[in-house]
Nanobody
Framework: QLHLVESRGGLVQPGGSLRLSCAASGFSLSGYAIGWFRQAPGKERERVSC????????YYAESVKGRFTMSRDNAKNTMYLQMNSLKPEDTAVYYC???????????????????WGQGTQVTVSS
């Protein structure tokens, strides 16, 4: 059974940093496309970043480009999202996801991923 477990989020001041991790069990992340998504109250879940499985390319949403960095550690079977220069509009529940996707991860919406973490709240506020 595929299982993803996220680290705890938290409350961060604007301009601060936070790193989320997502550990996989039951499968190897190295053969999967992986992604981080977020959902703010009253809004649809949106893609923050993803890494394609076929070429390892990484995509970032425009709103986080230059501030967030997504990575994976195949030896630890874990993915990460380093978030710097956080803004109040980054406040959301963050989810990690994984699936076997043939094409670039940018072509797939959140509902096309079958394995999800439990979600973790990130609040950016002074």
């Amino acid at each position: 059974q595929l299982h993803l477990v996220e680290s705890r989020g938290g409350l961060v001041q604007p301009g601060g940093s936070l790193r989320l991790s997502c550990a996989a069990s039951g499968f190897s992340l190295s053969g999967y496309a992986i992604g981080w998504f977020r959902q703010a109250p009253g809004k649809e879940r949106e893609r923050v970043s993803c890494i394609s499985s076929h070429d390892g390319s990484t995509y970032y949403a425009e709103s986080v480009k230059g501030r967030f960095t997504m990575s994976r550690d195949n030896a630890k079977n874990t993915m990460y999202l380093q978030m710097n220069s956080l803004k109040p509009e980054d406040t959301a529940v963050y989810y990690c996801a994984a699936d076997r996707l043939a094409l670039s991860c940018v072509y797939y919406e959140y509902y096309e991923y079958n394995s999800w973490g439990q979600g973790t709240q990130v609040t950016v506020s002074s």
